[in-house]
């Protein structure tokens, strides 16, 4: 077995290299989700090590030296990060010119023949869902025998192999809080809307939803949730709690954990019995007695995307939701003491001056407990990148997503609204949800009441103006 070192690269400050590629920007306020997806083939790999650079503020210096030790590493890449990740690639490769590269994610998974073109310092990258294909490169198997992976012979040919299969029964996937536990200073790890300290992972893969701007589904995970067995889920949960024994919130990260309803209440019971505090990712149309059912049994928080309060903007990025349903959904989550983090995105087609403003009245009559509000970003591979190149709002050959400093910028932009509207009609969004009376009084009960979240909310109150004054230098 290869020695196989596992790297989330050091890259600008407060970068959040491990959600996923879903949001590769730096937030509002500094958060860093756990990195699941180099943790599970690191997993699959006897003598493997996981190195998260951004949360544990290592540098390249740092990492670099790295490389004496390891056969290959594989990196977790980005179409916003790729640049950064070469150089860090190129960096290790001079320590040890016997290293080979490996790249995962939605980047390679949708342009392997591009990433293989434009950084010649890589050796292969695992296309799709790549746990397996990442396993094979490190037992040694020879790299033309390998499905899923796109790879330079020796004669520098780029080949591409045989597309692999989706895996289908997620109970061959071993824990990745085991890797955690060896690898990883758990405690780093925090997000605003969640209790700190907090674990998360994956219970399936997939999503039954086709939003055209959502980049795992259309690349890695597709649009079945696969998902693991109950008991497996909780044999997983069990270990948690022995191993971080001071975790205080457990978080499920698949896509949404509730487009299964039944197996979602089944967890959640086991969940009850063992008395975990848990959070998920829900769709803002789950019926009030499955919200009644998990409420019961520890549920605290559900992350919702929102999107948009314009209902012709959900139907024209396949959202399949409508506005009444999630109103209801959210006066629901209300009466049973269910906090909700929001998330709202400004740019998707059809947006308008007015289905902004129409966006923020629907925020603030709803009033989710938090919010986020990002940027449109229509990433390759994605039905939105395809519909932005061919209706001309983007221009592909010279997108960008994020600034030098991290900082999300507005790519798309429409004869009748502008990137600049775009870009700082998110600043005008966070106002006026968070600066008016009822949410201020709310958050200062909060912090009344518990002296940990006062200090919590007082941080986040610095980061949160100093990344509004970053935003208005990248204006």
Same mark, same amino acid.
């Given at each position: 077995?290869?020695?196989?070192?596992?790297?989330?690269?050091?890259?600008?400050?407060?970068?959040?290299?491990?959600?996923?590629?879903?949001?590769?920007?730096?937030?509002?306020?500094?958060?860093?989700?756990?990195?699941?997806?180099?943790?599970?083939?690191?997993?699959?790999?006897?003598?493997?090590?996981?190195?998260?650079?951004?949360?544990?503020?290592?540098?390249?210096?740092?990492?670099?030296?790295?490389?004496?030790?390891?056969?290959?590493?594989?990196?977790?890449?980005?179409?916003?990060?790729?640049?950064?990740?070469?150089?860090?690639?190129?960096?290790?490769?001079?320590?040890?010119?016997?290293?080979?590269?490996?790249?995962?994610?939605?980047?390679?998974?949708?342009?392997?023949?591009?990433?293989?073109?434009?950084?010649?310092?890589?050796?292969?990258?695992?296309?799709?869902?790549?746990?397996?294909?990442?396993?094979?490169?490190?037992?040694?198997?020879?790299?033309?025998?390998?499905? +899923?992976?796109?790879?330079?012979?020796? @004669?520098?040919?780029?080949?591409? %192999?045989?597309?692999? =299969?989706? $895996?289908?029964? !997620?109970?061959?996937?071993?824990?990745?809080?085991?890797?955690?536990?060896?690898?990883?200073?758990?405690?780093?790890?925090?997000?605003?809307?969640?209790?700190?300290?907090?674990?998360?992972?994956?219970?399936?893969?997939?999503?039954?939803?086709?939003?055209?701007?959502?980049?795992?589904?259309?690349?890695?995970?597709?649009?079945?949730?696969?998902?693991?067995?109950?008991?497996?889920?909780?044999?997983?949960?069990?270990?948690?709690?022995?191993?971080?024994?001071?975790?205080?919130?457990?978080?499920?990260?698949?896509?949404?954990?509730?487009?299964?309803?039944?197996?979602?209440?089944?967890?959640?019971?086991?969940? +009850?019995?063992?008395?975990?505090?848990? @959070?998920?990712?829900?769709?803002? %149309?789950?019926?009030? =007695?499955? $919200?009644?059912? !998990?409420?019961?049994?520890?549920?605290?928080?559900?992350?919702?995307?929102?999107?948009?309060?314009?209902?012709?903007?959900?139907?024209?990025?396949?959202?399949?939701?409508?506005?009444?349903?999630?109103?209801?959904?959210?006066?629901?989550?209300?009466?049973?003491?269910?906090?909700?983090?929001?998330?709202?995105?400004?740019?998707?087609?059809?947006?308008?001056?007015?289905?902004?403003?129409?966006?923020?009245?629907?925020?603030?009559?709803?009033?989710?407990?938090?919010?986020?509000?990002?940027?449109?970003?229509?990433?390759?591979?994605?039905?939105?990148?395809?519909?932005?190149?061919?209706?001309?709002?983007?221009?592909?050959?010279?997108?960008?997503?994020?600034?030098?400093?991290?900082?999300?910028?507005?790519?798309? =932009?429409?004869?009748?609204?502008?990137?600049?509207?775009?870009?700082?009609?998110?600043?005008?969004?966070?106002?006026?949800?968070?600066?008016?009376?009822?949410?201020?009084?709310?958050?200062?009960?909060?912090?009344?009441?518990?002296?940990?979240?006062?200090?919590?909310?007082?941080?986040?109150?610095?980061?949160?103006?100093?990344?509004?004054?970053?935003?208005?230098?990248?204006?």
């Amino acid at each position: 077995m290869m020695r196989t070192l596992f790297l989330q690269a050091p890259t600008f400050d407060g970068f959040d290299g491990g959600a996923g590629s879903r949001y590769q920007a730096k937030r509002e306020i500094r958060s860093y989700w756990f990195p699941t997806w180099l943790a599970q083939p690191a997993a699959l790999i006897e003598g493997s090590k996981l190195v998260d650079a951004p949360p544990h503020n290592q540098s390249l210096a740092d990492v670099a030296p790295m490389a004496r030790d390891f056969d290959q590493v594989v990196l977790h890449t980005s179409t916003p990060s790729f640049a950064s990740d070469i150089k860090v690639a190129e960096a290790l490769k001079a320590v040890n010119p016997s290293l080979k590269v490996g790249l995962i994610g939605a980047k390679v998974a949708v342009q392997s023949e591009e990433s293989l073109r434009d950084a010649p310092v890589v050796d292969w990258v695992a296309r799709n869902e790549f746990d397996f294909t990442v396993k094979d490169v490190a037992s040694g198997m020879d790299l033309s025998a390998i499905k +899923g992976l796109s790879w330079r012979n020796h @004669s520098g040919v780029i080949v591409h %192999n045989q597309d692999r =299969a989706m $895996l289908e029964n !997620m109970d061959e996937l071993p824990f990745v809080s085991e890797v955690y536990k060896r690898d990883l200073d758990w405690k780093k790890y925090f997000i605003g809307y969640l209790k700190h300290p907090y674990v998360s992972f994956y219970t399936g893969r997939g999503c039954k939803s086709r939003c055209t701007f959502c980049l795992w589904p259309q690349t890695v995970g597709g649009h079945r949730y696969r998902t693991r067995s109950v008991g497996h889920v909780i044999e997983e949960v069990k270990y948690i709690l022995k191993a971080f024994p001071e975790m205080k919130e457990l978080f499920f990260d698949d896509d949404t954990f509730t487009d299964d309803l039944p197996r979602a209440e089944a967890i959640a019971k086991e969940l +009850g019995k063992l008395g975990v505090t848990w @959070s998920c990712n829900a769709k803002a %149309n789950v019926p009030y =007695a499955s $919200l009644k059912v !998990m409420a019961e049994n520890g549920l605290r928080l559900l992350l919702v995307g929102y999107e948009t309060g314009n209902q012709q903007i959900l139907i024209n990025i396949k959202k399949g939701m409508r506005i009444d349903v999630a109103k209801q959904f959210t006066k629901d989550c209300h009466a049973l003491g269910i906090k909700i983090h929001g998330t709202f995105i400004l740019g998707l087609p059809g947006e308008t001056t007015e289905t902004i403003q129409e966006t923020i009245k629907f925020a603030i009559e709803t009033n989710p407990h938090t919010i986020q509000v990002s940027l449109a970003a229509p990433y390759p591979g994605t039905f939105l990148w395809d519909q932005a190149a061919r209706e001309g709002w983007l221009d592909t050959a010279n997108t960008e997503y994020v600034d030098a400093h991290g900082v999300q910028i507005a790519p798309l =932009a429409y004869p009748h609204l502008s990137h600049t509207e775009i870009f700082t009609s998110v600043e005008a969004f966070y106002k006026k949800f968070y600066f008016r009376a009822p949410k201020i009084a709310a958050i200062c009960n909060e912090m009344v009441r518990d002296r940990q979240m006062l200090v919590r909310r007082l941080r986040e109150g610095v980061e949160f103006f100093r990344f509004l004054r970053e935003r208005k230098a990248a204006a």
